[in-house]
T-cell receptor
Framework: NAGVTQTPKFQVLKTGQSMTLQCAQD?????MSWYRQDPGMGLRLIHY???????DQGEVPNGYNVSRSTTEDFPLRLLSAAPSQTSVYFC???????????FGPGTRLTVT | SQKIEQNSEALNIQEGKTATLTCNYT??????LQWYRQDPGRGPVFLLL?????KEKRKERLKVTFDTTLKQSLFHITASQPADSATYLC????????????FGTGTKLQVIP
């Protein structure tokens, strides 16, 4: 089992460009989340999903879109990249019966 | 607003000693508290969870205490090893359908051989 996978691992974008960060899990977990991690800020929740077809906003959703068409995949879309979105992005999953979150390896995004 | 404080300064400790990390919080009544380990360039890895009605939890060389009166958790690593060197994150969770988790900024632990 691969667990939680994220692609790409690194990405450089120019201001105004759009892109999709991919997240996939083979653990059959209902809950999936996207976080960003910035120095001195801790992990902050962007969007989350409690199941296919159901998504909701977290603490810092502006500038990001998500969708969840399958249990396995939860892509994060940057609509028009800004330098403030330079960060490390983590996808995480966990089953409702447990609070133990499983994180992916992260995507390091730089917006110039 | 909710606030979680972890010592932002790195903690250096001699191999074999017990490392103690602190997590303090304010304006929050969490249903549970978690500790994660994060190595450079990697995602956090879950270590332990302790619920609001529990005082102490152990797992191998790890021990977590949770004092809801003091609004504080202590995380202990006994007989520390250089391989324990990492950043340790505290996270507080809500009750409810989707339990939103709020993370602290983490404390970097360096175990010196």
């Amino acid at each position: 089992n691969a667990g939680v996978t994220q692609t790409p691992k690194f990405q450089v974008l120019k201001t105004g460009q759009s892109m999709t960060l991919q997240c996939a899990q083979d653990m059959n977990h209902e809950y999936m989340s996207w976080y960003r991690q910035d120095p001195g800020m801790g992990l902050r929740l962007i969007h989350y999903s409690v199941g296919a077809g159901i998504t909701d906003q977290g603490e810092v959703p502006n500038g990001y879109n998500v969708s969840r068409s399958t249990t396995e995949d939860f892509p994060l879309r940057l609509l028009s990249a800004a330098p403030s979105q330079t960060s490390v992005y983590f996808c995480a999953t966990y089953p409702p019966s447990s609070h133990e979150q499983y994180f992916g390896p992260g995507t390091r995004l730089t917006v110039t | 607003s909710q606030k979680i404080e972890q010592n932002s300064e790195a903690l250096n400790i001699q191999e074999g000693k017990t490392a103690t990390l602190t997590c303090n919080y304010t304006n929050y009544s969490p249903a549970y508290l978690q500790w994660y380990r994060q190595d450079p360039g990697r995602g956090p890895v879950f270590l332990l969870l302790i619920r609001e009605n529990e005082k102490e939890k152990r797992k191998e060389r790890l021990k977590v205490t949770f004092d809801t009166t003091l609004k504080q958790s202590l995380f202990h690593i006994t007989a520390s090893q250089p391989a324990d060197s990492a950043t340790y994150l505290c996270a507080l969770g809500d009750s409810g359908g989707y339990q939103k988790v709020t993370f602290g900024t983490g404390t970097k632990l360096q175990v010196i051989p």
